[in-house]
């Protein structure tokens, strides 16, 4: 190849990286940040305080106390899928069931202080999945004939560890 051709060739290859990084930034929303900007916060910058769950279910033990054995529903506001279930129960769900089965605190679903709020679509992500484990719990195990006759602890069910193991996203396969 002659040096001209091999020129040509470099200056097509330096083109085409520079429209994909253009591509990449831009696609980005021009937020790209290089290793270094992510490492090295602004020297002004306050970190934000992390989350402490173990303070604030007991922040709200506390500010249930005595209504524990009441629905979920009438103690808490916006309360869904438990409102039937006693509010003291309702926040180890949470906390066990939830966060654990997920890797997550309070705050993957929840606006801190505002449990509430609609802000965050993690929640309604929730419901529905919730709502799916009842529905294969309750409907499709069922009809499975190899699990007839399994009672108490022996019945066939799934909850959110059975695909969760303590990730927000379930894996899809066995690989790395």
Known sequence: MNFSLKRALSLVVIAVFGV????????????????????DPAPNATPEPKFD???????????????????????????????????????????????????????????EGRWASEAKPQKQTAREMHKMVARINGELLPGIKAFEGREGRNRAVVNCTTCHRGQVIPATNLGK
């Open 53 to 111: 769950q173990k303070a604030a279910i007991a922040a709200l033990r506390e500010k249930i106390k005595g209504k524990e054995k009441l629905p979920a529903g009438e103690v808490y506001k916006n309360v869904q899928n438990f409102a039937q279930m006693p509010a003291g129960r309702l926040l180890a769900v949470m906390e066990f069931g939830y966060s654990r089965s997920l890797g997550v605190d309070c705050t993957h679903c929840h606006v």
């Open 20 to 39: 994909f990084s253009v591509i990449v930034f831009l696609g980005s929303g021009g937020d790209f940040k290089t290793s270094a900007q992510e490492a």
